[in-house]
């Protein structure tokens, strides 16, 4: 079954032909396929099997319930950042047993969260963390399960905001430290260091930094196995690309290929933390055009979707695919070229800053005034970044599976602005 297509000059989203979500639901608005969060998702369990895996999908790409529990009954489990998230994902029914917990500023309500939800481990960022997490398992007379957080200094060549695996940015810790916090951990009853956690950044586009900092893994766990730690897992985090322009990100099986090898090698559970990938393209975001103008020689198409709702080109650079919702002209296959009987546009929203753009230079078919645009690739970091910043109501949020439509989030009215400022 297909996700998001073209058919008869017209866009659906499975069998959904997508102006008439735009019609009953109004714009900017969110459309998911079901299918397409599956099909991504079976992709990493059937690619990882021989590791048997445990895919915890990463909340903090998407947190929404409808995906959540889509994920959840799919069988994925969870990767959170937040006692939020951990609410979340409680929220759609998940075994919090198979939960992990990364993030560099865990408070200790968080790790009191955390411990009474008996989480599969903590993903530990730093020496006062896992005193921390000690101290808050002493008081509960529990044994915490970690895994420390290597940061294995390895270049993923991401977008410099995206990048957490090399040394210097705040994620993570040399080897050394490793070693010497899993020292530490040998003198403390209420700890138990079962795992290795790394992630490199993201989105990464070759599966170079996995081989690397899977190689950099297998002799760590060897030596902590022989101080007396029983590792049991190997977490390699998420960032696997996905394919935002064309057909440049590697396939799932490319990464296993280089991944699984060195968890065999190891005899480790592997642990996998994939956000974008499953979340990428498996939503877009639908706009209507409000105004055109030309000025400075350039033609600015208006819409009516912002950095609000998806604030990734703004903050990221990011590129994202924008056609027409129904297009004289089918998408092209390179939609950074130029395309004939289109002309070049900036695809702007109404936010009051410059950066608020979804295209820049970018040839489309002439629009006009009432035209819906479809933002592609919009699934992760999309809603879970988005704002009320120019006091504009988060859009509504649409679950499609097949023909069949579910509002997962419903649009936020301007009582909803206000309500929380407003005396009880
Ligand atoms: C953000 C994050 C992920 C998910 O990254 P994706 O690129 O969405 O796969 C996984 N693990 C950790 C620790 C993260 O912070």
Redesign the pocket.
């Known amino acids: 079954m297909q996700t998001f297509h073209y058919l008869n000059s017209e866009l659906y989203c499975e069998d959904v032909p997508v102006s008439r979500l735009a019609a009953d639901f109004g714009t900017p608005l969110w459309v998911y396929s079901k299918r397409a969060l599956l099909t991504q998702l079976e992709q990493i369990q059937e690619a990882f099997a021989a590791a048997n895996p445990i895919i915890c999908y ?1 909340v ?2 998407n947190g929404n319930l409808g995906v959540l529990r889509v994920m959840q009954q799919a069988g994925s489990s969870f ?1 959170v ?1 937040s006692g939020g998230e951990l609410y979340r994902v409680k929220q759609a029914g998940a075994d919090t047993t198979k939960v992990v917990f ?2 560099v500023g865990k408070t200790d309500d968080e790790i009191r969260f955390a411990l009474e939800s008996k989480i599969l481990m903590f ?1 530990v960022e730093s020496e006062a963390e896992l005193d921390a997490i000690g101290h808050c398992a002493a008081e509960m007379g529990v044994v915490a399960p970690v895994a420390l ?1 290597l940061n294995p200094d390895i270049d993923a060549k991401t977008h410099a905001k ?1 990048t ?1 695996g090399k040394k210097g940015n705040k ?1 993570g810790m040399d080897s050394e430290r490793v070693h010497e916090l899993a020292n530490k951990v040998l003198k403390n009853p209420n700890l138990d260091l079962c795992g290795i ?1 790394m ?1 490199l ?4 586009l070759t599966t170079e930094p996995y081989e690397l900092s899977a190689k950099k893994a297998v002799g760590i766990v060897a030596d902590l196995r022989t101080q007396g730690h029983q590792i049991r897992y190997l977490n390699l ?4 690309g996905i394919n935002y322009r064309g057909n440049e990100a590697p396939l799932a099986k490319d990464f296993a290929a280089v991944i699984v090898p060195a968890c065999k090698e190891m005899n480790c559970q592997l642990v996998l ?8 393209n498996s939503a877009i975001l639908v706009s209507q055009v409000v105004f055109t103008k030309m000025e400075g020689g350039k033609k600015f198409v208006i819409q009516d979707a912002g950095m609000n709702d998806l604030v990734r080109p703004a903050m990221y650079d990011s590129f994202h695919r924008v056609w027409p919702v129904k297009p004289a002209v089918l998408p092209p296959e390179d939609f950074e070229a130029e395309i004939p009987g289109c002309e070049p546009v900036d695809v702007v929203g109404p936010v009051c800053e410059s950066s608020d753009y979804f295209a820049k230079g970018r040839f489309l078919p002439p629009m006009v005034r009432g035209d819906l645009l479809a933002i592609f690739s919009a699934g ?2 999309g809603t879970s970044m988005s704002s009320n910043y120019n006091a504009r109501p988060r859009a509504v949020e649409l679950m499609v599976d097949g023909g069949a439509v579910e509002v997962v989030r419903r649009r936020e009215t301007y009582a909803d602005l206000v309500a929380h400022e407003l005396p009880e």
Do not use: Q
């Open positions: 990463s903090k790409a990767d950042v990364a993030g993903d957080r995206t957490t994620f956690h992630h950044g993201s989105p990464i985090g998420g960032g696997f933390e994939p956000g974008r990938f499953i979340a990428g992760a970091y």
